[in-house]
């Protein structure tokens, strides 16, 4: 069986056993290339298993190469939140490793399990067509919604005592993040922040038996970008949150690094907002937007020394919280 399936092989015997009386040519391009992989692959089980670590392979990898090429250009500097701290292709490439081997050893191994996962909960897996954008989009919006919620609560719990000094401390490892560092976590990490994009899937189709695994690799598709997007280190005027003030984006998560403190959640705001977790943050961009107020008439020089003497003192700041979340004494401060 060769990769491009046509409607004269759709009489063979594994598109009989998968596909019985299905009229091919009523199908469009992608789920016809969706039959094509499951026919291809000739075992579901391995045609789940790979093409959902071959969908996180692309995806992460895919969205990650414009921001490495973003930092090497430097016209682009004057949109990065903390503009003295460009990341080295060493660390971008030790990033890379670490990212890497975690999917290889952890990831990987686990392909078996996603495909009778999904089935045991009445989960559409090989079957076409696809659902309509009317039954995708709201189920996409409740996942959103639900890791957000999941993701604030769990990242403060990874901010206390021995759960941060095992485990969160080697994701803080950048207090400048980039789009790589996304996912360079500690596998406990992966597993347990992990759990609040998969979970909102399989507890969704638990109660009401309504999904196909499309829809949740469109849903994994855009939470990487997501996650890859508010490491990046950017904020640009046509950034999403400019369009829509709930966004978190880098703006939002940049912070976090830098600072320590604040700004636990994902993808939206408003978490952090009603249980009072953005406060530093936002008197921080005051005092940047007073600051460039201030300094309107001042030189670029003096602008930029200015800006970066505000971010040494957040800094500064953010390694004392660290150690305390540590338990240790807190460290000397290094400023640069
Ligand atoms: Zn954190
Ligand atoms: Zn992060």
Not at 4 to 29: C, I
Not at 64 to 83: G, N, R
Not at 115 to 122: D, I, Q, R, T, V
């Amino acid at each position: 069986m060769s990769f491009n399936a046509t409607a004269a092989t759709m009489h063979s015997a594994a598109a009989q056993q998968l596909y019985p009386n299905l009229d091919f040519s009523s199908l469009n391009w992608l789920e016809q290339l969706w039959v094509s992989w499951y026919l291809w692959i000739d075992n579901p089980i391995i045609a789940t298993g790979l093409a959902s670590f071959l969908l996180h392979e692309i995806v992460y990898f895919g969205r990650s190469i414009p921001w490495i090429i973003i930092d090497a250009i430097p016209f682009f500097q004057k949109w990065k939140l903390q503009p003295n701290k460009i990341p080295t292709p060493q660390e971008q490439w030790q990033c890379t490793k670490q990212v890497l081997f975690s999917h290889f050893t952890i990831e990987l191994p686990a392909i078996w399990l996603f495909h009778p996962l999904a089935e045991s909960l009445g989960m559409s897996t090989y079957q076409v067509p696809f659902p309509s954008w009317q039954t995708m989009l709201p189920q996409i919006a409740i996942f959103f919604v639900f890791e957000d919620m999941f993701h604030y609560f769990a990242h403060q719990a990874l901010h206390t005592g021995v759960l941060y000094k095992h485990i969160h401390k080697i994701h803080h490892k950048y207090s400048a993040p980039f789009g790589l560092a996304a996912e360079y976590a500690h596998p406990a990490e992966v597993f347990i922040l992990g759990t609040g994009t998969i979970a909102g899937p399989l507890l969704y189709c638990y109660f009401t038996r309504n999904l196909h695994i499309f829809t949740v690799y469109l849903w994994i598709t855009l939470r990487l970008f997501q996650a890859i997007d508010a490491h990046s280190g950017y904020d640009f005027p046509w950034s999403l949150q400019h369009i829509l003030p709930f966004w978190s984006g880098a703006e939002h998560h940049d912070f976090h690094h830098m600072a320590f403190t604040n700004n636990f959640s994902t993808s939206f705001r408003w978490c952090d907002r009603i249980f009072g977790t953005d406060d530093k943050y936002r008197e921080y961009r005051k005092r940047i937007a007073a600051s460039k107020a201030a300094m309107k008439n001042k030189s670029k020089d003096e602008q930029e020394a200015a800006e970066r003497e505000l971010i040494a003192e957040i800094e500064a700041e953010g390694i004392r919280a660290e150690a305390i979340a540590e338990g240790s004494a807190p460290k000397t401060v290094k400023v640069q």
